[in-house]
């Protein structure tokens, strides 16, 4: 989904950049409260995870390119303003050094990936954690219907401000289609690895686990009358 240089008109890559920018600030403050001397090593990790799973990518129309977005697993794992922070740093790595991903258009890029897909992701998650009973068990799979959900929502984003300010000559219907039927296909892939990925770093280290803290504070050992109960 990395946007190229042209692809958007300069007032609509502006406005993203502004966006970007405003969301990296935010993201930026909110990273002081979710990083500690455990969860630092663990972002280097996930940007570097996030990184080469987004090199492997595949052409999915107009010059756009379709790959997994890892905003959601980000979140998850780390919290949604370091995430952010992961994202925008390898989408900043990948248009320099790697031509993924226009430089014009890192503002757009960088909103998609790190305000839209990772924000999508959280919100879908902490929504799933209020429905699904709080079991560490079921940590990954919130995390899954969060990944599942994040992508087509950040395809449908990107249509949005095609719409607007699209210069490729691609019928505005050709963008829908391509983009929702690639990116629900990729959603399912990224919902797969999401979980598998979630679920094995709990059964390693769950206390390395952003989103799996609330189903830790409540598994409390409290011994009565002899007996352990969780």
Do not use: Y
Not at 174 to 193: F, K, P, Q, R
Request: hydrophobic share 60%.
């Amino acid at each position: 989904m990395h946007v190229p240089d042209g692809f958007l008109d300069a007032p609509t890559s502006v406005l993203t950049g502004v966006v970007a920018a405003a969301g990296v600030a935010v993201a930026l403050r909110g990273a002081r409260r979710e990083l500690d001397d455990r969860t630092a090593p663990m972002a280097g990790l996930v940007a570097a995870f996030v990184f080469a799973a987004q090199m492997v990518n595949f052409p999915v129309g107009a010059g756009t390119s379709g790959h997994l977005l890892g905003g959601a697993l980000a979140a998850v794992l780390v919290g949604p303003f370091t995430a952010a922070l992961c994202l925008a740093v390898v989408l900043l790595v990948q248009g320099l050094l790697f031509a993924d991903g226009g430089i014009t258009a890192l503002g757009t890029n960088v909103m998609l990936f790190s305000i839209v897909a990772v924000g999508t992701g959280w919100l879908v998650f902490r929504a799933s954690q209020t429905v699904l009973p709080t079991r560490l068990s079921l940590v990954p799979v919130a995390a899954a219907v969060a990944a599942l959900v994040s992508v087509p929502v950040t395809a449908l984003a990107f249509v949005g401000l095609f719409s607007v300010g699209g210069q490729a000559p691609v019928p505005l219907g050709a963008v829908v289609t391509a983009m929702l039927g690639w990116h629900v296909l990729i959603g399912v892939g990224e919902a797969l690895i999401t979980g598998v990925v979630v679920s094995s770093v709990i059964a390693a280290r769950p206390d390395l686990v952003r989103g799996a803290r609330c189903a830790l504070s409540t598994k409390q050992l409290v011994v009565r009358g002899g007996e352990v109960t969780a």
